[in-house]
């Protein structure tokens, strides 16, 4: 697998203001690589994807990243400790606009909770089935 790694690991976030003092909660954090040899984007996503802003960015951030040259999406949800409707509708829209560009979305490493979002969603009928970040693509080149 051919990876390039772009070099810095994206931490969406929003800043909290209590009393004066900020804060900073993280709501997302996301480490981006491409898999030149499948053609894929590959989003390793850890902390929250609910509806806040902060996780629009990041649908923002992958919907600029698509191209004909890659249009494909592994989404890593090794690290994701919440999703709610929210979050589901954002892995909607991913999928919506990979289609878009005659990609594929697979959904890898996911907590019982989100697979149960997904399946309620429907989503899991469009996803590509896969289990790990290396067999998404296998057999494929």
Known sequence: MVVSRIPLSTRFSRSLSEDGDHAEQTCLTVDHRIDEEHKAHIYAIGGRLVGESVCYD???????GLDEDRPNVIIDAE?????NSSGIGIIAAIYTSVQKFGGQVCLVRKSDRVEAL????GLDMLLKPCETVAKSFEGES
């Open 58 to 64: 990041f649908l923002e951030s992958v919907r600029e």
């Open 79 to 83: 690290h994701l400790e919440w999703a």
């Open 118 to 121: 997904v399946k309620v969603s």
